[in-house]
């Protein structure tokens, strides 16, 4: 029993930061993201009763236990849906990503994705878009967005049990032909994981409850300029809402400090190349990179300007992408 799936990360515009139950990943408030194209988790799972328990390897190496910990929700769950035979079996997990891990380029979006679509497959489950999105969900919050392509919202759901807590389409990929640069300030796993800072944010900053009350007119206005393909209303939602996360985790105690010197002098370009004339728009997770949405036509310029700023390592260009899939090992 066994499957390959492949995921997208996805990037939000309007940003998931507060769970209201951290055993299920639930959101204080929802969530609107781009799944990309061009970027990818590959994830195999295999059932097998010749397995002593669950294991998971992360491009090639263990994973650290916290990783395995959150595959060991999703696998769970499928083990208890499945039932019969599968119930006791245990799984290995093998995934790899094409693009660096643990920098804010989502990587957890998508492996989740990609595993809990692997994992159903493998089980035999026969299961809808919504209900492949909340198992997804369980391993990390974001990747119940990468279940779906192009641009989705997270309903946060208002039940105990999380099951209307998943993603839906607002349009697909080929609804709007536009282009997230990823301008690469630093590699590597960020020091403090979403969770920890979700929780340090809840706990310690000032502006936590502000942040989550400006997020439903946000999402309003973010859902509306796509559905518009209206990129400057669209922009000034992503680029306002980005920023206040950062200034709740900024108040912090300690302060979340994710944002580095490359962050700043990128977003200072993106603001020189709208004062000369560019539609470019920027957002940033928990990591320094910085994610700059344009419009296809613009956007060569934009990414050469982006190239070109110090402390940028490289720019990645991704166009929007498809959802979650399982895939035939052998084409
Ligand atoms: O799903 P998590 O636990 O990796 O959290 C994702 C948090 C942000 O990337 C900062 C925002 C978001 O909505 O993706």
Redesign the pocket.
């Known amino acids: 029993m066994e499957a390959l799936a492949v995921a997208h990360p996805?990037?939000?515009l309007v940003?998931?930061?507060g769970k209201r139950d951290s055993a299920l990943?639930l959101p204080r408030e929802g969530?609107l993201?781009l799944t990309l194209a061009g970027m990818e988790s590959v994830t195999h799972v295999a059932f097998d009763g010749a397995f002593a328990a669950d294991e998971l390897v992360l491009g090639g190496n263990p994973a650290p236990e916290a990783s395995l910990r959150k595959a060991r929700r999703i696998l769970d769950e499928v083990r208890r849906r499945a039932g019969g035979r599968l119930a006791a079996l245990h799984a290995r997990v093998e995934s790899r990503n094409d693009f660096p891990t643990g920098a804010?380029l989502?990587s957890?979006?998508s492996g989740f994705a990609a595993l809990a679509c692997a994992a159903a497959g493998a089980a035999g489950l026969d299961l809808s878009p919504a209900e492949l999105s909340v198992l997804a969900r369980l391993g990390?919050?974001?990747?119940c967005?990468s279940v779906l392509g192009g641009f989705v919202e997270w309903k946060r759901g208002e039940r105990a049990d999380g099951t209307d807590s998943h993603a839906i389409a607002v349009a697909p990929r080929d609804h709007w032909d536009v282009v997230m640069l990823v301008a690469v300030v630093a590699e590597g796993p960020k020091g403090v994981s979403?969770?920890e800072g979700?929780e340090r944010t809840r706990r310690t900053s000032p502006y936590y409850e502000p942040f989550l009350g400006s997020i439903p007119a946000d999402l309003d206005a973010a859902r509306a300029a796509v559905v518009a393909r209206d990129l400057d209303a669209l922009g000034v939602v992503m680029e306002r809402n980005c920023l206040r996360?950062h200034a709740a985790m900024l108040a912090a105690e300690p302060a979340l400090i994710y944002l580095r010197g490359g962050s700043l002098a990128v977003i200072e370009r993106v603001g020189q190349l709208r004062s000369a004339g560019a539609r470019a728009y920027f957002t940033i997770?928990?990591g320094p990179n910085v994610k700059v949405l344009c419009e296809r036509a613009g956007a060569d310029a934009v990414e050469s300007a982006l190239a070109a700023v110090p402390g940028v390592a490289r720019v990645i260009r991704a166009l929007p992408g498809g959802g979650a899939r399982v895939v035939d090992p052998l084409a």
């Open positions: 996805n990037i939000a940003k998931y930061w990943n969530s993201s804010g989502a957890s979006a990390s919050g974001s990747a967005r979403s969770t979700m996360m997770d928990a």
